[in-house]
């Protein structure tokens, strides 16, 4: 493949699972301030992180299982992720998750497939009487986006000199971490936004795509 070691950073949202699951979560459970919220973040007037927050702060916190259960229930794992994960294991490949996504419904869907140590995500609190949102993994001097989870600060903090970094993703929320990447396989806005910045990719649709993307080794666009 490469004399570098390599590492995978896979987003989440839309690209392990086929759909956002914050965006699921607030069309079923918030009221419809939700919308006007996730339009500003949108059109970059307020930060992720900020977004979001005001988000979640909508709904109370005693649906903490109703809306777990919702996301178990309805979330979809992209084809082939199985495979892909075990693939990771086999070419001992560091597999991390790196998402603005939410613990308490990226680590359910995650259960028996990554490991919780390997997983990067924003933290919950419902010990108030709405659901407030935890940002363990805020942006380090380098970064001045506000993200909430910082992408490019996580991939800092793991990346070494020698390594290959690999970066799966699907949105503008993965910009960054792809302008930092060696290998970038990108699907949906992220294709888009990949052409706009003349940064070289990959696309593809499953994990079985992915396999074979990663397997050849090099940008194949
Ligand atoms: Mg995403
Ligand atoms: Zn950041």
Same mark, same amino acid.
């Given at each position: 493949?490469?004399r ?20 699921a979560?607030?069309k ?24 979001v ?9 005693? =649906?903490? #299982? !109703? *809306?777990?259960? %919702? @996301? $178990?229930?309805?979330?979809e ?7 892909f994960?075990?693939?990771? =294991?086999? #070419? !001992? *490949?560091?597999? %991390? @998750? $790196?998402?603005?996504?939410i ?13 919780? #140590?390997? *997983? ?7 010990s ?5 949102i ?45 302008k ?32 074979n ?9």
């Amino acid at each position: 493949m490469t004399r570098k070691k390599p590492i995978i950073f896979c987003d989440f949202d839309g690209t392990i699972t086929n759909s956002d699951n914050i965006i699921a979560i607030m069309k079923e459970f918030a009221p419809v301030e939700w919308d006007s919220i996730k339009n500003q973040v949108l059109s970059q007037e307020i930060s992720i992180k900020d977004g979001v927050g005001r988000m979640f702060d909508l709904l109370p916190s005693h =649906k903490k #299982e !109703e *809306i777990t259960d %919702y @996301i $178990v229930e309805h979330a979809e794992i992209r084809d082939g992720f199985k495979e892909f994960v075990t693939f990771t =294991k086999e #070419e !001992e *490949i560091p597999l %991390y @998750i $790196v998402s603005g996504g939410i613990d308490f419904f990226v680590e359910p869907l995650l259960q028996g497939l990554v490991s919780k #140590e390997k *997983i990067y995500c924003n933290g919950s609190d419902f010990s108030g009487e709405r659901i407030a949102i935890q940002w363990p993994h805020p942006c380090d001097g380098e970064c001045v986006n506000d993200c909430g989870c910082c992408k490019p600060s996580i991939i800092r903090k793991i990346a070494e000199a020698d390594t290959y970094k690999i970066v799966i993703g699907d949105s503008i929320t993965d910009l960054e971490a792809a302008k930092m990447a060696d290998q970038v396989i990108a699907r949906d806005f992220l294709v888009e936004k990949c052409n706009e910045h003349s940064i070289p990719f990959s696309t593809f649709d499953t994990f079985f795509d992915v396999i074979n993307i990663i397997k050849k080794g090099k940008v194949s666009v």
